[in-house]
């Protein structure tokens, strides 16, 4: 029995020490390599074929220098405005959410869009604590070896924007006839507000919760003075540091 349970942990920590070589290396090469497929667009897909539907995937990879600047402002005011303050995760945030839910049956989620990016690209849909985990775990490996504007990149090609549709130039596309480049203010906020649940919602006919939500976005970006500066909180770290 103590022969096994030793072979046991050498198996699981040889598997462990494969795990983490394999995730970084991945992780690296996604630094620069582009997303073209992730888990949930598998799921998606045999859920369409599941219910006798066309398996839909419609997707186009972009440079973030070809995604409009206002959809990247838009979904940092809606989904995450200590974006460029955080290193993955947002604790007043996620703090908020838990007394929130102690209160509400809404539940609220804290996620940052450092932690969407990494479970949409590395894992699957779900609540377990294992995949939470996983997250927590991603999260931190893609803060650390890529920068705020690629993890923007890449999150804005490979969210889920409406059914069977993935990223800024697909939505873009499928809901306004135009490149994400040529978004406007209203457009980006209107894609960014439906981006809690783009299977129920549609940016092409918003009703008027999403007007609700595509109005305050439109406020906030106002506030931000309508730019993502991703050089400013660069500059920020770099004095603190001093």
Not at 42 to 48: F, L, M, Q
Not at 119 to 134: A, D, E, H, I, Y
Not at 187 to 204: C, D, E, F, G, R
Request: charged share 25%.
């Amino acid at each position: 029995m103590k022969k096994f349970l030793k072979r046991l942990w050498k198996i699981f920590l040889k598997t462990m020490m494969w795990f983490v070589i394999v995730s970084v290396l991945l992780v690296i090469i996604y630094r620069w390599v582009p997303v073209y497929f992730t888990p949930l667009m598998g799921i998606r897909a045999i859920e369409h074929k599941l219910d006798g539907k066309e398996a839909k995937m419609d997707k186009t990879w972009k440079p973030l220098e070809e995604i409009s600047p206002h959809l990247q402002l838009a979904v940092v005011c809606s989904e995450d405005q200590n974006y460029l303050k955080h290193h993955g995760f947002d604790f007043g945030a996620i703090q908020k959410a838990i007394e929130h839910n102690k209160k509400s049956k809404w539940k609220r989620g804290a996620s940052t869009i450092s932690q969407q990016t990494a479970k949409n690209v590395f894992l699957w849909p779900g609540r377990s604590w294992l995949r939470k985990g996983l997250e927590v775990y991603f999260t931190f490996l893609i803060e650390l070896f890529w920068s705020k504007e690629r993890i923007m990149e890449v999150y804005l090609n490979v969210i889920e924007m409406g059914d069977g549709i993935y990223g800024a130039e697909a939505a873009s596309q499928a809901y306004f006839k135009k490149p994400a480049k040529d978004l406007s203010k209203q457009q980006a906020a209107t894609i960014s507000s439906v981006l809690p649940n783009p299977i129920l919602y549609n940016a092409k006919k918003p009703g008027s919760y999403i007007q609700g939500r595509v109005n305050w976005t439109l406020q906030q970006m106002r506030f931000w003075g309508g730019k993502l500066d991703y050089d400013k909180e660069k500059k920020k770290e770099e004095k603190a540091k001093k």
